[in-house]
């Protein structure tokens, strides 16, 4: 019997970790644009809203363990927590409302969620 309480904690962790996953392969789709909402996000727009998360992780909770952002390929955004693990789906909802409120030199930034064409 003592084995299936063992057990019963493996499973536990395992679909914890599949959970995470889960949130992690989420966090991956989203596009960084500048004001014309066409263009990708330059380095300067990107450093804004690291600037404003730097802010921001005193005043919104889902933003107190993100570490930053980052500029992929064709204006993809990643966003990174303090462990190195991809944020949160309430992690990147925080910096999604953060954006357009970035003060940047480059006008606004918007931040959008790609739809995986490969799912029906």
């Given at each position: 019997?003592?084995?299936?309480?063992?057990?019963?904690a493996a499973?536990?962790?395992?679909?914890?970790?599949?959970?995470?996953?889960?949130?992690?392969?989420?966090?991956?789709?989203?596009?960084?644009?500048?004001?014309?909402g066409?263009?990708?996000?330059?380095?300067?727009?990107?450093?804004?809203?690291?600037?404003?998360?730097?802010?921001?992780?005193?005043?919104?909770?889902?933003?107190?363990?993100?570490?930053?952002?980052?500029?992929?390929?064709?204006?993809?955004?990643?966003?990174?927590?303090?462990?190195?693990?991809?944020?949160?789906?309430?992690?990147?909802?925080?910096?999604?409302a953060?954006?357009?409120?970035?003060?940047?030199?480059?006008?606004?930034?918007?931040?959008?969620?790609?739809?995986?064409?490969?799912?029906?």
């Amino acid at each position: 019997m003592r084995g299936n309480g063992w057990t019963a904690a493996a499973a536990l962790l395992v679909g914890a970790g599949l959970l995470a996953m889960g949130q992690q392969a989420r966090a991956a789709g989203l596009k960084c644009t500048g004001p014309d909402g066409k263009s990708a996000c330059t380095a300067q727009q990107v450093a804004d809203l690291n600037q404003g998360i730097l802010v921001g992780r005193r005043m919104h909770q889902p933003l107190a363990m993100v570490k930053g952002v980052s500029l992929g390929r064709n204006g993809s955004l990643m966003c990174t927590q303090m462990n190195g693990s991809a944020c949160t789906e309430d992690q990147l909802s925080a910096v999604m409302a953060l954006a357009p409120s970035t003060h940047s030199s480059g006008g606004t930034i918007h931040i959008v969620r790609e739809v995986d064409r490969a799912s029906p």
